[in-house]
T-cell receptor, first 113, second 115 residues
Framework: AQSVAQPEDQVNVAEGNPLTVKCTYSVSGNPYLFWYVQYPNRGLQFLLKYITGDNLVKGSYGFEAEFNKSQTSFHLKKPSALVSDSALYFCAVRDTNAGKSTFGDGTTLTVKP | GAGVSQSPSNKVTEKGKDVELRCDPISGHTALYWYRQSLGQGLEFLIYFQGNSAPDKSGLPSDRFSAERTGGSVSTLTIQRTQQEDSAVYLC?????????????FGQGTRLTVV
């Protein structure tokens, strides 16, 4: 079985400040981990993924995420938030032996000027 | 095609009618997924295809829901005798394990409203 938890429904940050969107996961085997972003009235867009190797992965639009196996976490980060980063963010996990990904409930990020 | 294409983009149907939702994945992608997103909710997995086979259909909510994929390409999700609780955005995604593109590419979704 696999599951994802995004403990915060909403994250608010000021423009220019660093942001973190939290994600923890559970899988029976080894994980593939993903972050997706959904802008209003648009489909989900892939941001970044962890497969293996370096625990810090970099993705689109200046986002990065750190895989922490001991804490089973994969938090999304950005050093300096932009108003245009405001969107709904989803974390997803897939066991390397599974076909489907399981998504978290999403976190709404609001960046205020 | 260049991206995952879903049709129709919007569908309003009367309770009790059948509907068909279509997904055209990225060319060459072997894996295809259907998810459902209700208003303000996360993504609910429905079914996964690898080629024309569906090794995981555990998310289909009831026997009113069915899906097929033909030619390893286009997929159709059919909902029979629609109910109001079926109202949601139905998302299709594809990926290709063969090329290492394990992330999912999503279509724009079909917004289904049952009245």
């Amino acid at each position: 079985a696999q599951s994802v938890a995004q403990p915060e429904d909403q994250v608010n940050v000021a423009e220019g400040n660093p942001l973190t969107v939290k994600c923890t996961y559970s899988v029976s085997g080894n994980p593939y981990l993903f972050w997706y972003v959904q802008y209003p009235n648009r489909g989900l867009q892939f941001l970044l993924k962890y497969i293996t190797g370096d625990n810090l992965v970099k993705g689109s639009y200046g986002f990065e995420a750190e895989f922490n196996k001991s804490q089973t976490s994969f938090h999304l980060k950005k050093p300096s938030a932009l108003v245009s980063d405001s969107a709904l963010y989803f974390c997803a996990v897939r066991d390397t032996n599974a076909g489907k990904s399981t998504f978290g409930d999403g976190t709404t990020l609001t960046v205020k000027p | 095609g260049a991206g995952v294409s879903q049709s129709p983009s919007n569908k309003v149907t009367e309770k009790g009618k059948d509907v068909e939702l279509r997904c055209d994945p990225i060319s060459g992608h072997t894996a295809l997924y259907w998810y459902r997103q209700s208003l303000g909710q996360g993504l609910e997995f429905l079914i996964y295809f690898q080629g024309n086979s569906a090794p995981d259909k555990s998310g289909l909510p009831s026997d009113r829901f069915s899906a097929e994929r033909t030619g390893g390409s286009v997929s159709t999700l059919t909902i029979q005798r629609t109910q109001q609780e079926d109202s949601a955005v139905y998302l299709c995604a594809s990926s290709s394990f063969l090329t290492g593109t394990i992330e999912a590419f999503f279509g724009q979704g079909t917004r289904l409203t049952v009245v």
